[in-house]
């Protein structure tokens, strides 16, 4: 493990309703990244950062937003969930100057009902 | 742009026997490629990359890859498979010319060894 942990692991919401996920890590890594998973489409960059309110987008940035204030926290916000966000959702740090290894939190698994 | 393929959803083997889990890239730069793996309910670990040098690349719990340039491939495979090895497995590709961070992921394989 890389010392990343995600909060909630679990969650269940209305559609309409706001949501936010943290990931949090204990390296002090630069990059960040979120993912979300899903049945057929594997993992999809939601966005990333690479720095303390550097943020960028992904592929699948719409119906996203992320924040991230300090080092150690990346928030992910689902501003208006919808049923088509029902999906898990991996935080990942990057840890190397160049390399791009990737190393992954637990996952949050999300229902929007 | 950048992408990367795994044209198999499944892979079933028997014990013992060798495994091969496809992947295929494309990318404008330099291919840095990885291989991960997912056991279920988990999240992804890192197997082995493949930056520059030999184009064997030898990772964890003894799999190893071949990188092809000329086929843009990057095979994963293991001499003799175990039934613990049963589990998804990505290949992601990243531009190495570049320093955006953003790697692409495959839509994974997953493989089933039977005893």
């Known amino acids: 493990d890389a010392g990343i942990t995600q909060s909630p692991r679990h969650k269940v919401t209305e559609t309409g309703t706001p949501v936010t996920l943290r990931c949090h890590q204990t390296?002090?890594?630069?990059?960040m990244y979120w993912y979300r998973q899903d049945p057929g489409h594997g993992l999809r960059l939601i966005h990333y950062s690479y720095g303390v309110k550097d943020t960028d987008k992904g592929e699948v940035s719409d119906g996203y937003s992320v924040s991230r204030s300090k080092t150690e926290d990346f928030l992910l916000t689902l501003e208006s969930a919808t049923s088509s966000q029902t999906s898990v959702y991996f935080c990942?740090?990057?840890?190397?100057?160049?390399?791009?290894?990737?190393?992954f939190g637990p996952g949050t698994r999300l229902t929007v009902l | 742009a950048q992408s990367v393929a795994q044209p198999e959803d499944q892979v079933n083997v028997a014990e013992g026997n060798p495994l091969t889990v496809k992947c295929t890239y494309s990318v404008s730069g330099n291919p840095y490629l990885f291989w991960y793996v997912q056991y279920p309910n988990r999240g992804l670990q890192f197997l082995l990359k493949y930056i520059t040098g030999d184009n064997l690349v030898k990772g964890s719990y003894g799999f190893e890859a071949e990188f092809n340039k000329s086929q843009t491939s990057f095979h994963l495979k293991k001499p003799s498979a175990l039934v613990s090895d049963s589990a998804l497995y990505f290949c992601?590709?990243?531009?190495?010319?570049?320093?955006?961070?953003?790697?692409?992921f495959g839509d994974g394989t997953t493989l089933t060894v039977k005893p």
């Open positions: 990942a740090i990057r840890r190397g100057t160049n390399t791009d290894t990737q190393y």
């Open positions: 992601a590709v990243r531009d190495g010319d570049t320093n955006a961070g953003k790697s692409t």
């Open positions: 390296e002090n890594h630069r990059y």
